[in-house]
Each structure stands twice: as structure tokens, then as C-alpha cells.
């Protein structure tokens, strides 16, 4: 069965930080590709950070590069997501998914397999 589960969510401050963690299992995870995308109330999915297999590969979306990093342990079969100078426009649910597959993509349909989620909330 396959599983991704992600934990590390909460309240922080503007300017804070959280790390966010996927843990996944039934899967063989070094040949998939690890994304992590958002969605807040009232607006769709948004692609956030993605990373490839080996994790030497990393693309972002404009709204978080420089603040966000992307990375994977194939060893522990977990990605994370680093987050750093939180805003409140970051606020949302954020969830982990794979894809089967050597190329990065920013799509939702573009990944077979959804945690999920867990609440990010960044106040004023």
C-alpha cells in the first residue's frame, strides 16, 4: 500500500520558519520524483517546490524560491520542505506527492501519488 504522510504544520509567526516532512512508504522511492504543492481557501492547488530523484535537481515556483528549499533522504524514503521567511500568503495546506517518472513537473495530474496534507499557518 502506498502511503505519504506529512507532518511538521503549525502556526508561526511572519518571518518564521517551519520544516515539513513526507514520510512514505510502500513505494520505491528513489525512482520517483517528490513535489510539494499548496492550496488555501477559495484557490486551487498550487505547485510549490519538486526535486528529482537523485535530489541534485530542484525547481520552485517564483513565489518561493529563495525562501523555500526542497530536498530528499532516499535513505529514509522522506522529502522535506524548508521553509524560511514565512509570510502570511503562505498560508495553506500543504501536501506531498510523487511521481513516476525522471522529469520534474508543476502540474497536479503530472503525480500519481497524494499525502494528505498538513495546515501551514503564518500570521501577522
Known amino acids: 500500500q502506498v502511503q505519504l504522510v506529512e507532518s511538521g504544520g503549525g502556526l508561526v509567526q511572519a518571518g518564521g520558519s517551519l520544516r515539513l516532512s513526507c514520510a512514505t512508504t510502500g513505494l520505491t522511492f528513489s525512482t520517483y520524483v517528490m513535489g510539494w504543492f499548496r492550496q488555501a481557501p477559495g484557490k486551487e492547488r498550487e505547485f510549490v517546490a519538486a526535486v528529482r530523484r537523485g535530489g541534485g535537481q530542484t525547481y520552485y515556483a517564483d513565489s518561493v524560491k529563495g525562501r523555500f528549499t526542497i530536498s530528499r533522504d532516499n535513505a529514509k524514503n522522506t522529502v522535506y520542505l524548508q521553509m524560511n521567511s514565512l509570510k502570511p500568503e503562505d498560508t495553506a495546506v500543504y501536501s506531498c506527492?510523487?511521481?513516476?517518472?525522471?522529469?520534474?513537473?508543476?502540474?497536479?495530474?503530472?503525480?500519481?501519488?497524494w499525502g494528505q496534507g498538513t495546515q501551514v499557518t503564518v500570521s501577522s
Open positions: 506527492a510523487a511521481r513516476l517518472s525522471i522529469s520534474l513537473a508543476d502540474r497536479p495530474d503530472g503525480y500519481n501519488f
